[in-house]
């Protein structure tokens, strides 16, 4: 029983607390700025500018690739023993390595890092410009729940002047002081306020639900804000001109920031377009090596002794000596990679001349 008394107290007060939690107009901004969906879209967006840089400063580096393959021939190959051509399943090895690097392309990496910039800075305005959007929009629904409850509580307190001018009324009607019809006066405006009463409830409640559902809370009818007084800051905005009202706007906005460097990223996508039009120089590099793995002929210190040909009239026999051949197991892996090593390398250029005016309609479109 104890036992069940501490699971009741663990799980169902912290929930109790929090349903009983009264929210103050910072920790509202604070939590939406967590919660909401739109910024953390913006705040993706962002991320991804990030690593659109990071693939803009990688386009600088060279571009290097190791590779292997491992082959098996199966058919008709000459039996090295015997020297007849037989069914034999021979193995080679090769490995590579390429390198490379752009040397110039009318200076496109050097455009598609200052673009990758510039988009970051358009993704920062953006986050910012919607935080600042989704601020104003939970101080604007916190000062109407303060401005509903307020409303609630005149409505109440008119309600109740209502009820006691009725109570008042009543006596005097009864005693004959009044006639009747002051009372029928007064219980319509009681009506009135009953209604008014019901409308001010209903105006606190929905702002009550649309603040909740702004900071994505589901228990909104546990939902409360803190009473507490605020100190309004002195504004200077009433004793400038509104021409630096104007440029003050124009400077801070992030709207406007935003425009200006989506403007700035269009002309550099115009420049990135256009460089595809010029030449484009490159350099490359290439190691290459082979292994095998059949046996091989090789020559031993045995001499040997052939007929080459005929003494004419003679008829004697000519005989020259050769060095015999043995058959001998493959060369080592690392002699064999030495030997058969090769490299390749040179630079390459190439001039767009005609390319199905895809690069030239590439431009157009960019430019509209």
Not at 218 to 246: K, L
Not at 325 to 348: E, H, K
């Amino acid at each position: 029983m104890k036992l069940l008394k501490y699971l009741f107290v663990i799980i169902i007060v912290p929930n109790i607390l929090i349903g009983q939690k009264s929210w103050t107009l910072q920790q509202c901004v604070d939590r939406a700025l967590e919660m909401n969906i739109s910024i953390k879209q913006s705040k993706l967006n962002y991320a991804g500018s990030e690593i659109e840089k990071q693939g803009a400063i990688g386009n600088f580096l060279p571009n290097i690739n190791i590779g292997s393959s491992h082959s098996w021939n199966v058919g008709l190959n000459q039996n090295i023993t015997t020297g007849l051509l037989e069914n034999v399943t021979t193995q080679f090895s090769s490995m590579n390595l390429n390198m490379n690097i752009n040397i110039y392309s009318g200076l496109q990496n050097v455009k598609r890092l200052h673009r990758a910039n510039l988009s970051i800075l358009a993704s920062q305005y953006q986050l910012e410009d919607m935080s600042e959007n989704v601020a104003l929009l939970v101080a604007n629904s916190y000062l109407q729940i303060l401005f509903s409850k307020e409303s609630l509580a005149v409505q109440e307190l008119q309600l109740d002047i209502t009820l006691k001018e009725l109570k008042r009324i009543k006596e005097l009607v009864d005693a004959g002081v009044v006639p009747k019809g002051d009372l029928y006066e007064i219980e319509a405006n009681l009506a009135s306020q009953e209604k008014n009463l019901v409308d001010a409830k209903n105006s606190y409640y929905l702002s009550k639900i649309a603040l909740a559902q702004l900071l994505l809370i589901d228990d909104y009818e546990n939902f409360e804000i803190a009473n507490e007084s605020y100190d309004i800051p002195i504004s200077d905005v009433m004793n400038r001109t509104p021409q630096e009202i104007f440029s003050y706007a124009v400077s801070n906005k992030k709207e406007i920031k935003i425009f200006e460097t989506n403007v700035e990223i269009a002309k550099k996508d115009l420049e990135i377009s256009k460089a595809l039009l010029k030449p484009s120089l490159s350099a490359f590099y290439s190691y290459s090596s082979r292994i095998g793995y059949s046996d091989r002929l090789v020559p031993t210190d045995e001499i040997g002794y052939a007929p080459i040909g005929v003494v004419e009239g003679t008829g004697e026999r000519v005989i020259a000596p050769y060095t015999k051949m043995g058959i001998a197991n493959p060369l080592s892996f690392s002699r064999q990679f030495d030997l058969n090593a090769g490299q390749n390398f040179g630079l390459s250029l190439s001039i767009p001349i005609l390319n199905n005016l895809s690069r030239r309609s590439n431009v157009n479109q960019t430019k509209v």
